[in-house]
């Protein structure tokens, strides 16, 4: 112990006074590193949230942007949808054009960009309690639109295809009603030298120049069930029904009325589907243009 006391007393005074500054400067030395780094770090973070933030305004106004076009260009395709089946009703024998207004906006919101991405940003600058449920509830409405707008344009494409075969077969039993009823009169032609004062010759003969010498030029449908088929075929039942190869005939006019009517049918139920489909998308629209506008005084 004494030994130890004398060790002690030789050293230096300012031995233990170096030593106490040595470990001072080295504490203060290293806190400051942290110091530096800690507000580096912080700096850092701030920066991040700032370019989070930033990240989440574009993303934000970039939604905003393609929203807005699709509410425009959804409400203009409204009034195409209607327009088109006040057509389809009123000349369901003729091609009616059906024009598509809805920009690619709509497919990038439902297929193109991060919903999620979008869901954040408005929760960032529009954080309400029903906020989560606004934004769902557009994001929602847009996939419906996009998606009852393809169901359309698809029930279109199918009826229009079932509308021209229908057409189609329409006018080719048409045209054999017309061929066979001109062979009967050349039946009776040749069998009977008084041909043109038969009874059913002559109202063959009558039903056909009846029919072109009225529609010259322009022989659609509707013209050719109203001045041929229809006459016709109540000739045939009515006057005629005893008369060979008759039955055939009015049977083909049957025909002809049964697609004349289906025609009538597709056009109709094609027409009655688009305006409710129509109408159940312009339900969606109220709450995209509610929250559109929340999102532009945000900005």
Known sequence: MDEIIEIFSALDPTFFEKVLISILGGLIGAGGALLVYYLKVQSDKHTDEEKSKRHLYNKLSYFNSLLSSVIDSTQEQ??????????LKEKPF?????????????????????????????????????????????????????????????????AGLKIENVSMEYSVLSEKVMDDAAAEMNNIKRTSPEYNQDPYWKFINNSLLNYYSKIPDERTIPLREEFFIKPFKLGLVHEFDRQENSDKLSTMCKGCTHKFTYLIKLSTDLSDEIVHDTNEIEKTLPILEKINKRIINSL
Do not use: P
């Open 78 to 87: 409204i009034g195409l949808n209607r327009q088109y089946c006040l057509e």
């Open 94 to 158: 003729e091609f009616v054009h059906f024009n598509i207004s809805v920009s690619d906006n709509l497919k990038r919101i439902c297929e193109v960009i991060d919903q999620e991405y979008v869901y954040h940003s408005f929760l960032e600058f529009l954080d309400t309690s029903e906020s989560s449920k606004e934004i769902l509830k557009v994001l929602n409405n847009c996939d419906y639109i996009h998606t009852a707008l393809k169901l359309i344009i698809e029930k279109n494409r199918l």
